[in-house]
């Protein structure tokens, strides 16, 4: 009796999200890196450890590390400025931004917006106000909008504004915006003042 059609074709598609599910669960976490990360690092902040560790990482294949394009926007003033191009070397990758016209190019890098996220930062961007650290400027809104639009994981810094932003966020768009030392945690990994 000949092979069933519909059975080869049930079964290779088993296959193929099996071969998904399994690339998926191997992918390295996709993080953002906000802006005051960076220039902790680079300014040898006490909190510095934190980014080593995460580079580290990034050189093991164990995480995907980026930045999205307006960090150029955040650290526009020499010396710091200068070092961005050092980004790639540290495993750091510089993502697009937002697509803008008239700015962005239909092949660039630029990703399109989400409607939804828009509209939630529309209707609280004027009046929300953090109870820790300052609201989020246009250029906060543009990383967390720009890494959501590209599905990253987690979004890291040390902005307490943000960070109290991302517990309203998370709820609806799946959005973590986390401490870089609480990330470290969640994988098991120990701060230097932590207890052994």
């Known amino acids: 009796m000949a092979d069933d059609p519909?059975?080869?074709c049930a079964q290779?598609?088993?296959e193929i999200a099996?071969?998904?599910?399994?690339?998926?669960?191997e992918a390295p976490d996709r993080l953002t890196l906000d802006t005051d990360l960076v220039r902790d690092y680079w300014q040898d902040f006490p909190r510095r450890w934190a980014i080593e560790r995460l580079l580290e990482l990034a050189e093991a294949g164990e995480v995907?590390?980026?930045?999205?394009?307006?960090?150029?926007?955040?650290?526009p003033d020499a010396p710091l400025?200068?070092?961005?191009d050092e980004l790639p070397e540290l495993k750091v990758r510089?993502?697009?931004g937002l697509f803008t016209f008239g700015v962005s190019r239909l092949d660039g890098p630029d990703v399109f917006g989400d409607a939804a996220m828009l509209s939630f930062e529309n209707a609280i961007a004027a009046t929300w106000k953090p109870s820790k650290g300052k609201p989020p400027d246009s250029r906060d809104w543009k990383h967390l909008h720009t890494h959501y639009a590209l599905g990253r994981v987690r979004f890291l810094t040390w902005?307490?504004?943000?960070l109290e932003l991302g517990e309203l966020l998370e709820p609806i768009f799946r959005?973590?915006?986390?401490?870089?030392?609480?990330y470290l945690r969640e994988r098991g990994e120990k701060a230097p003042t932590d207890s052994k």
């Not at 902005?159 to 943000?162: K, P, S």
């Open 175 to 182: 959005l973590g915006v986390v401490r870089p030392d609480d």
């Open 81 to 84: 400025r200068d070092r961005l």
């Open 159 to 162: 902005d307490r504004g943000l």
């Open 12 to 14: 290779l598609v088993d």
């Open 94 to 96: 510089e993502t697009g």
């Open 6 to 8: 519909d059975k080869k």
């Open 64 to 75: 995907d590390l980026a930045v999205t394009r307006y960090i150029r926007a955040d650290i």
């Open 18 to 25: 099996a071969r998904a599910l399994a690339a998926v669960e």
